[in-house]
């Protein structure tokens, strides 16, 4: 078994009601709670997290400069920045998510699990560019958006295309692949489950960005 990931959660000390802790101890991480981003940043000499969560939201101040302090310390930790409704987006901060107050722990949760690394003895991942699929629980991971469950159909269908981009798939080899027949005469089974997905893993489905229509031809899916 893994052992369980350590985060970091920066977070002010007038947090009260508005604290993460609750979801993330209930979600069964172990934390490390500071109160400023100087006391992250001094723990940092120190120590290593899994994640880093700065909760600039119950702080005086934006939190920017000490993010981008704290990027600069561990370069390679997953950093989730959280700010209040007021506050504009700044991707200066250096954090790989950005959230705005309010949020539900479950969208937070969501965000936590696509940083982190999942423990292999539980789950094998297939990796593509933004899409995470996993495939033991059968469900995909988009840019950090929110993690969709998908049929055994589906999850085949996505795993297909993951594990051959930037190739054009014919309809013939993906009803193969996937409904293990290559008659073609009816595949709108294969045109609805193609729709499936772009509504998982698309911001607009109906213009696809990553799977795209070669006409006549088949299917490509393409991150670049």
């Keep these: 078994m893994g052992t369980t990931p350590l985060l970091l959660l920066i977070e002010g000390h007038a947090a009260g009601s508005e604290s993460l802790e609750p979801a993330l101890t209930r979600a069964g991480y172990q934390l490390r709670i500071v109160n400023t981003g100087a006391e992250a940043i001094e723990w940092l000499t120190e ?49 790989d998510i950005y959230l705005q107050r309010p949020y539900s722990g479950r969208k937070l949760l969501n965000r936590v699990r696509a940083l982190l690394p999942a423990d292999s003895d539980q789950e094998e991942i297939v990796r593509y560019g933004p899409l995470t699929l996993y495939r033991n629980k059968r469900s995909v991971e988009v840019d950090g958006r929110g993690e969709y469950i998908l049929t055994p159909k589906l999850a085949l269908l996505l795993e297909t295309f993951i594990r051959h981009p930037n190739e054009l798939l014919s309809r013939r080899k993906l009803m193969l692949d996937v409904w293990d027949t290559d008659f073609i005469g009816d595949t709108r089974t294969l045109d609805v489950h193609i729709r499936w997905i772009r509504e998982c893993i698309e911001t607009d489905p109906g213009k696809p960005r990553y799977l795209q229509t070669v006409r006549g031809k088949g299917y490509l899916l393409s991150v670049i």
């Design 47 to 95: 120590y290593t997290a899994d994640l880093i969560i700065f909760d600039a939201s119950t702080m005086r101040s934006s939190g920017i400069r000490n993010c981008q302090r704290i990027r600069k310390m561990a370069e390679r930790t997953p950093i989730i920045h959280s700010r209040s409704i007021t506050d504009d987006e700044d991707r200066s901060a250096g954090a």
